[in-house]
C-alpha cells in the first residue's frame, strides 16, 4: 500500500438526508460552510439527496425520487433515441 495517500484531517461531520430530514455523524474530509447543531453540538453539515433512511432498497418502499429533473433531462437526451430502437 502506498505511504501518505489519505487523508489525516477526518472529522466529524453531520450528513443530513435532504428528502427526510435524517441527520448522521460520521469522519469525513469533506469541506462544507454550513453548520448543524446534533445533541447540543455544533457540526459542519453536508446536504445529501438520499441515504439508508430513504433508498427504496432499504426501506421497500418505491418511490421516484426526482430532486433534480434528472428523468426529465435523460427523456430530453436519450428519448427520441430510445423511441426508434429495435427490441
Known amino acids: 500500500m502506498k505511504n501518505e495517500i489519505h487523508p ?3 472529522r466529524l461531520v453531520a450528513f443530513k438526508d ?3 430530514g435524517h441527520v448522521f455523524l460520521t469522519r469525513s474530509t469533506v469541506n462544507t460552510k ?3 447543531i446534533v445533541d447540543g453540538v455544533e ?3 453536508f446536504k445529501i439527496e438520499i441515504s439508508n433512511t430513504s433508498h427504496p ?3 421497500g418502499k418505491v ?3 426526482d430532486t433534480a429533473g434528472r428523468v426529465d433531462k435523460f427523456m430530453s437526451r436519450y428519448g427520441k433515441h430510445m ?3 429495435k427490441i
Open 8 to 10: 489525516k484531517e477526518y
Open 18 to 20: 435532504m428528502s427526510n
Open 34 to 36: 454550513e453548520t448543524e
Open 43 to 45: 457540526y459542519p453539515v
Open 57 to 59: 432498497f432499504y426501506t
Open 63 to 65: 418511490k421516484l425520487v
Open 83 to 85: 423511441e426508434n430502437r
